[in-house]
Structure formats: C-alpha cells, structure tokens
C-alpha cells in the first residue's frame, strides 16, 4: 500500500507560482512513475506531468514552459513548480504513483495505482 499526501496548493494571482509537493510511503519510492493531473470544476481529469525513475519527464502542452516536475528520492517526495499560472490553471491537483514503473501511458491516469486527496489551486485573474 502506498499513501500519497499532497500539500502546497492556494489561491495565487495570473502570473505567479507555487510549489505542489506530493510525499509518498512505500520503500521504492525511486523505481515508480510519479504523475501529476488536474481537475477543474466541470471538466474532466487532465494529465499535467509525470516522471520516471530515470527523471524522464512528460507534459501536458498547456503547461510547458511553465511548469516543472521533479523528484527527491532520498524524500520521497515529488515536486510540480508551478510558473506563470493562468486562471485556466485552476483545479484540483492530484498526485498518483505507478509501481510497475511504466512510462509508455504515463499520460494516461490508467497506470496509476494510487492516489492522493488532491489539493486545491486558485489562480484569480
């Protein structure tokens, strides 16, 4: 069982940033693929970001340039540094963990074992 804790969402102004942390149990934290996705009211689940035990990393379009996922292993813990954010930006952000390290769908939430509770980005115009 992995349990995945999301903190660092908030209401933040068009232009700024913040930093979305995702701390996960599990003694193997460094072979999963660690995704990011979104969901804002009225539309469906969006994948943002993922990385993989080699630090490969995959964006969503809209977020390229702009945000950056990263990953500490000695923390457990999985980053998504949140740039020049737009109120488009605004969701729910969740974090997910796939143990079987896969990477060819990692764009796609159908991988992903588990799940976190989400935290809540606001970007006001």
């Known amino acids: 069982q992995v349990q995945l804790v999301e903190s660092g969402g908030g209401l933040v102004e068009s232009g700024g940033s913040l930093r979305l942390s995702c701390a996960a149990s599990g003694r193997t934290f460094s072979s999963y693929t660690m995704g990011w996705f979104r969901k804002a009211p009225g539309k469906e689940r969006e994948f943002v970001a993922a990385i993989n035990w080699r630090t490969y990393t995959l964006y969503v379009d809209s977020v390229k340039g702009r945000f950056t996922i990263s990953r500490d292993n000695a923390k457990n813990t999985v980053y998504l540094q949140m740039s020049s954010l737009k109120p488009e930006d605004t969701a729910v952000y969740y974090c997910?963990?796939?143990?079987?390290?896969?990477?060819?769908?990692?764009?796609?939430?159908?991988?992903?074992?588990?799940w976190g509770q989400g935290t809540q980005v606001t970007v006001s115009s």
């Open positions: 997910a963990a796939d143990i079987s390290a896969g990477w060819r769908t990692a764009a796609s939430p159908d991988p992903y074992h588990y």
